[in-house]
């Protein structure tokens, strides 16, 4: 029988105790949906229906061999899922994943199976995309332009020290210790990686980490001091200031008190209806406040667990308090896409901040209590002024969740971190004056290598311009008075460099890409210019945006415009533009984001340049374009995950097929237009044989792929990336692994 299933995200880890195929947690059937791959076989008689069964694990191709045997305690097992985002452990040839069990009541079970043998027969995806087997490390030859802020894992929690140093703890249990003023990480430890929750104490000279049970860690020696056995799930940890106290929420709704260096209970206080999402203490340590799924918070007193008040009126869940110094006013974080303000003395609401526009997760205060940062689901960052209670900053976006905020002692900094694994910092100051602005467009991540493949020259997430020797990474000239750029192309001649500035007027620049001299400002073109490309004789430069979907072309000999045209890409915003290997002709890539489905609207239009016409149109929204070496072919990055290749003679689309497991970013052609490299957001370059479509190779990187960019040779790929790095790949060691 069919069944509709919704994809609930559900992240569970293993207990650091009991087999390695013990059940990790049972999920409550009330609103619980599942991912159904594969349904077990129904239950045979009455008896067995109404008794635990086992769950037989099989090869997906089918082979008649049990691979492992669990038991569900629900009596009839309806649906298996080993869900596609769940992280898999890989040693050698075997493989750890997680499977998890849905039954006819609503329940969910999640196991951790043994480690099973993975092999060709055990492949789980039935998409025709192949499945990413993982880089090893000798095919990143390079890495140019890495942020000094990167971590390995996601970033799970940010503490400041009192002498300015930043803490960071990372997946899998790694905490590491931040030179800001250096620019450097100046200390690490690998702590556990079992833990599922982690909280620094406010001096963050300790960490606590928990899951079904708790440890207290020395965050300067990587040394546990305390551990011990918990009742039951942690959800919720708090360090009390000047106290060895431990505030502890757990899934059933108590919340306790722990003396933590002699593990000894203080207070057990039944405090919500379900499992507790949030704790904070005051500055003073004298209260705290426990918020619930049950959308309430509670304040209590801290040693006598005296009940001080409720807080009601968030109309889903809380993820996150923080009490201001004067202990007057408590902050909360909500699923309702609030923040909210409350006077804790009349346990009434005060304010009610509701510039986001998609759930609020995380916020923290200044030590002096006067800016406020919540971070939302749509990533991005909003900064208040608490003493006017005003929005003053909203920073770029970044490209993945924000799981972590930290205010520096004097206020003047905030660090952010999250699934994107790079700590950014925002300057206070700076962030209110490029809000002011008006402008938050993102940078785009660019590359361009010179003829001779000597010089490369990248931008990513930090809109700085680095310029690299590809021999041994070393830094290239830099260019005069760029600034933060959005965007850049270099010429194909090796003479130029244009770019477009995020702040100064005009917009656009020309720089000697030798030198880094600037030799000319292209005025005219007025807003963000977010797409530059060169024709093939470099005479001419083509720079687009997002507005109005026109596009300039401009004489480079000259340094004057040479024609406007107008709605290029059938109103779309321009996202990308691209130079025939030969003719004066110019492809144009748009999507509408005003549409429905916009990730499917928008068109590539071929433009003759020389005669000032349109040469076709094709639907179909675009990300990126290559022309094939040959200019009879245009390959189309878009959103939807497929590569699309147009045959440019019959004004047809010759080949379309699934590329990746997320959105596709960027395409590119070897220079004998063999091969064609496509990247996406789901961290994986692979190449593909530009005639068959066949795939020959995956690469799994450990971040988003937004810009491709072969050598001269075709020996090497250079890939940039998400976490603003670039990598060097080994395409014929890529091509020996194959897929």
């Not at 692979?686 to 937004?706: F, H, I, N, S, Y």
Request: charged fraction near 20%.
């Amino acid at each position: 029988a069919a069944m509709s299933l919704r994809l609930t995200d559900i992240a569970l880890r293993p207990t650091r105790r009991g087999p390695a195929s013990a059940r990790m947690k049972q999920l409550p059937s009330s609103n619980i949906s599942v991912v159904a791959i594969q349904f077990a076989p129904p239950a045979q008689s009455n008896s067995a229906a109404s008794s635990p069964g086992p769950i037989n694990v099989r090869p997906a191709t089918g082979v008649r061999r049990r691979s492992q045997s669990m038991n569900a305690n629900s009596p009839v097992e309806s649906a298996i899922s080993f869900p596609d985002r769940t992280k898999v452990e890989r040693t050698d040839r075997k493989t750890v994943v997680n499977l998890s069990i849905g039954s006819r009541s609503g329940s969910v079970s999640v196991f951790r199976p043994f480690p099973l043998k993975f092999s060709e027969e055990m492949r789980m995806s039935s998409t025709t995309v192949p499945p990413a087997s993982g880089v090893p490390s000798t095919r990143v030859m390079r890495v140019f332009g890495a942020h000094p802020y990167h971590t390995d894992g996601d970033l799970l929690a940010l503490c400041f020290a009192s002498d300015g140093a930043l803490w960071s703890v990372e997946e899998p249990g790694v905490v590491r210790r931040w030179d800001l003023d250096g620019r450097r990480q100046i200390g690490w430890h690998h702590l556990e990686e079992l833990a599922t929750l982690w909280a620094f104490s406010p001096d963050a000279r300790r960490l606590a980490a928990a899951s079904d049970d708790l440890a207290v860690w020395e965050s300067a020696t990587g040394q546990m001091v305390a551990s011990w056995p918990q009742p039951c799930w942690v959800t919720a940890v708090a360090f009390q200031p000047n106290a060895d106290v431990l505030a502890v929420g757990y899934d059933d709704g108590a919340v306790r008190l722990w003396d933590w260096p002699n593990q000894k209970l203080l207070q057990v206080i039944p405090a919500h209806d379900s499992a507790v999402s949030a704790l904070a203490f005051s500055a003073d340590g004298l209260r705290f406040a426990s918020a619930g799924e049950d959308r309430a918070i509670h304040l209590w007193e801290a040693k006598t667990a005296r009940p001080l008040g409720s807080l009601i009126g968030h109309t889903d869940r809380i993820p996150g308090l923080v009490w201001h110094p004067d202990g007057r006013r408590l902050y909360s974080a909500g699923w309702d896409t609030t923040a909210r303000v409350w006077d804790v003395d009349t346990c009434e609401p005060i304010i009610l901040l509701n510039s986001h526009a998609s759930q609020v997760h995380t916020l923290v205060l200044s030590g002096d209590g006067n800016l406020l940062a919540c971070a939302d689901s749509a990533n991005t960052i909003h900064i208040w002024d608490t003493t006017r209670n005003r929005e003053v900053s909203v920073p770029p976006p970044q490209g993945r969740e924000i799981r972590a905020l930290a205010f520096n002692p004097d206020g003047r900094r905030l660090a952010s971190g999250g699934a994107e694994r790079i700590i950014h910092l925002w300057d206070s100051e700076k962030a209110q004056n490029d809000a002011r602005q008006g402008d938050s467009q993102t940078t785009r991540t660019c590359l361009a290598l010179s003829p001779d493949s000597r010089r490369l020259a990248t931008l990513g997430a930090g809109a700085t311009l680095g310029i690299w020797e590809t021999k041994d990474a070393t830094s290239g000239p830099e260019l005069q008075d760029a600034g933060a750029l959005r965007a850049f192309a270099a010429s194909p001649d090796g003479k130029w460099i244009a770019g477009s500035r995020v702040v100064q007027e005009p917009t656009l620049a020309l720089w000697d890409a030798v030198t880094g001299r600037q030799v000319a400002l292209l005025e005219g073109q007025s807003g963000p210019v977010t797409a530059l490309a060169f024709s093939a004789d470099s005479c001419l430069l083509a720079t687009g945006g997002p507005r109005r979907g026109d596009v300039w072309l401009w004489n480079i000999p000259e340094g004057a415009p040479a024609l406007l045209l107008p709605c290029a890409a059938d109103d779309c915003s321009v996202e990308a533009l691209a130079f025939h290997p030969v003719k004066r002709v110019l492809a144009v890539g748009g999507v509408d984001w005003t549409a429905a489905s916009s990730l499917l609207e928008g068109c590539v239009a071929l433009w003759d340049v020389g005669q000032r016409r349109q040469l076709a149109v094709f639907r179909g929204g675009a990300v990126g374009l290559a022309f094939h070496p040959n200019g009879r072919r245009l390959a189309v990055a878009s959103l939807v995950q497929t590569v699309r290749v147009l045959d440019l003679d019959d004004n047809a689309l010759a080949a379309e097929w699934p590329a990746h497991n997320d959105a596709m970013t960027c395409v590119a052609y070897s220079p004998d237009g063999a091969l064609l490299a496509t990247g996406g957001d789901d961290h994986t370059v692979r190449l593909w044989d530009a005639e068959t479509g066949v795939a020959r190779a995956v690469a799994e990187l450990d971040t988003q792929v937004k810009a491709l960019c072969f050598s001269s040779d075709g020996r090497r790929l250079y890939t940039g990336n998400g976490n603003a790095s670039c990598y060097e790949l080994d395409v014929p060691g890529l091509l020996a692994e194959g897929v």
